[in-house]
């Protein structure tokens, strides 16, 4: 698509702001046209460190790509990258094309961008700060070859700063974010500045998901509630936005995310994989309306 040619009124990537150079022009109106490409952009969000949003991320990008989805995973955890460990990618490479840099593919369906594919090895550190944070996330939107998708899931690092904040600005058309908590009131209450982090962006919030909600017996099946329960369920009520589910503590999924092989494709016929099925169906429906 080339910008010139858009019919859209809205957009914001047609004429060059007083401020731009020429080079910044260009790299905005280019990263525009790879959105443009895809249709619904969510960032996985949480307050706080630990709750399992990629594990939640990656499940949720795999069961989409399972259900026939086009979908693209991007990996903005620049200090913590763990999605290619999750999906057996740990040690690839990109390649350069005429059309940009080539995402990693993990599936028939699923395209994946990692600042750890660009390190030169797994244990190396990544000392940034934010200005480099932000030039790397503006060259994975922008300088990806994406094409089109249906669904680009964004995981992001815990918290409000840099990089969460950069993928805001960034993109004009944010779809809104998912959030996810454990059920004990601490990582609720960072939760809440997460959510109100959106609300001052003006980003929707899609929904809050309650990981780790309770340990399910890998011989009866019986759940039983390590910590406390229900306080994803009470977090969204008190911040009026949508509940999307729980996801039970099993050995599998933590299993899977070392193994490389998402839970939702290990175990497909599983009571949990239907669970973050019941999940994407709600951002699915709201896709369909559109």
């Known amino acids: 698509m080339d910008c010139k040619s858009c019919n859209s009124a809205t957009c914001t990537a047609k004429n060059r702001q007083p401020e731009e150079s020429a080079e910044e022009f260009a790299a905005r109106q280019r990263l525009t046209r790879r959105m443009c490409g ?6 996985v969000l949480s307050g706080k460190g630990g709750v399992g949003k990629s594990t939640v991320a990656v499940n949720v990008a795999a069961s989409l790509a399972q259900q026939g989805f086009t979908v693209g995973l991007l990996d903005v955890d620049v200090h913590g990258p763990s999605i290619p460990t999750m999906l057996h990618l740990t040690g690839a490479g990109v390649t350069q094309s005429e059309e940009g840099i ?15 594919f660009f390190l030169e090895h797994p244990e190396q550190a990544v000392i940034w700060r934010g200005p480099m944070k932000m030039a790397v996330i503006k060259q994975f939107l ?6 089109e998708l249906d669904y680009l899931i964004i995981d992001s690092p815990p918290g409000t700063g840099d990089e969460p904040l950069s993928v805001c600005q960034l ?4 779809e809104g974010c998912i959030m996810v908590t454990t059920p004990q009131e601490v990582a ?5 500045r997460s959510i109100t982090f959106c609300n001052q962006l003006a980003v929707p919030v899609l929904g809050v998901i ?11 099946g019986e759940v039983v509630n390590i910590f406390s329960a229900g306080g994803g369920k009470k977090l969204a009520e008190e911040m009026k936005v949508p509940f999307l589910g729980t996801i039970p503590i099993e050995p599998e999924i933590a299993g899977s995310g070392d193994n490389g092989k998402p839970y939702v494709y290990a175990f497909a016929a599983s009571p949990t994989a239907q669970l973050f099925e019941n999940i994407v169906a709600p951002l699915i429906a709201v896709s369909d309306q559109e």
Do not use: Q, T, Y
């Not at 895809?38 to 960032?43: A, E, P, Q, R, S």
């Not at 993109?171 to 944010?174: K, N, Q, R, T």
């Not at 309650?210 to 009866?220: A, D, T, Y």
């Open 38 to 43: 895809i249709k619904h952009k969510i960032l």
């Open 142 to 147: 922008g300088e990806v070859n994406w094409g």
């Open 102 to 116: 080539e995402p990693v593919m993990a599936g028939p369906n699923l395209k994946v961008i990692s600042v750890a």
């Open 210 to 220: 309650e990981n780790m909600s309770g340990f399910r017996c890998p011989k009866c």
């Open 171 to 174: 993109i004009d058309d944010m």
């Open 188 to 192: 609720s209450a960072d939760v809440r």
